[in-house]
């Protein structure tokens, strides 16, 4: 993604109609079959060898977390999972001419693959239907990695350079990358909705865009299961699931655009 014409793209659209920002979390792939990996029980939380597999430090000097991480990438429910109702409702938004954009917290790529535009999908931790080397940094295709993984190679090296392959997602240790980060504060400030689906809100920076959003004027929605610390800020919290609970608000919002 470029910048400058990025940020403009993300910013109120020309339309003049309000510009609906979604911020979503584990919560919104839940019914696709994913779970929740950074939540209060998820792996992460539950197996600190499990971190370790998801932790720049302990994968780069380490070659047996690489060849288990490449293993847990290879069962890794993702590339099994398809959209499901939410990410479906926010694409039939999308097509109904209101201006949206899509700040995610997930890796799992769905959003896209249910039919929204690349260009609209910011993801603030990165895909894991991608991989990077971390020498020379060039991308590829993590089916293809996967596919040498399966023909015997456990930590297949960079085809460029040599170097080390990793999924190109966000590890632990990681920084986020600063013009994703930059062009979703600037979504966060213009949008006059801003939904945060499924996300505990827990994770900075990207539950501080909530704040953002709100400050700015946002009318801030929540969709979560569980309380979060910008509750208070919200027009509105929505305890039902994700799954019937979206589609319904956003048919609602599609009507009063």
């Known amino acids: 993604m470029t910048g400058t014409d990025a940020s403009h793209d993300h910013h109120v659209p020309a339309s003049g109609r309000p510009l609906v920002a979604l911020l979503s979390g584990a919560g919104i792939s839940t019914d696709s079959g994913i779970p929740d990996y950074r939540g209060p029980n998820g792996l992460w939380r539950r197996d600190p060898e499990a971190e370790k597999l998801v932790t720049y430090d302990a994968y780069m000097n380490d070659p047996e977390i690489r060849r288990r991480s490449w293993r847990m990438r290879q069962e890794s429910p993702a590339f099994r999972a398809r959209p499901n109702a939410a990410h479906e409702a926010v694409v039939r938004l999308e097509r109904s001419g209101t201006p949206v954009r899509v700040i995610t917290q997930n890796v799992d790529g769905l959003h896209q693959l249910a039919g929204m535009p690349e260009r609209k999908v910011l993801e603030l ?11 020379c940094h060039a991308r590829s295709s993590m089916r293809r990695a996967l596919a040498r993984v399966a023909a015997g190679e456990p930590d297949p090296p960079c085809l460029v350079c040599g170097g080390i392959l990793k999924s190109a997602t966000v590890m632990f240790g990681e920084r986020l990358d600063p013009q994703v980060l930059g062009t979703a504060l600037g979504v966060a400030k213009a949008a006059e909705f801003f939904l945060a689906v499924g996300t505990t809100l827990q994770v900075q920076p990207a539950a501080s865009l909530a704040g953002v959003a709100a400050e700015h004027g946002a009318r801030l929605i929540i969709v979560n299961a569980e309380p979060t610390p910008y509750d208070e800020l919200a027009a509105e919290v ?3 699931p994700i799954g019937s609970a979206l589609p319904r608000l956003l048919a609602g919002l599609a009507g009063s655009a």
């Open 125 to 135: 931790h990165g895909t894991v239907r991608a991989v990077v080397c971390t020498r």
């Open 238 to 240: 929505i305890r039902e």
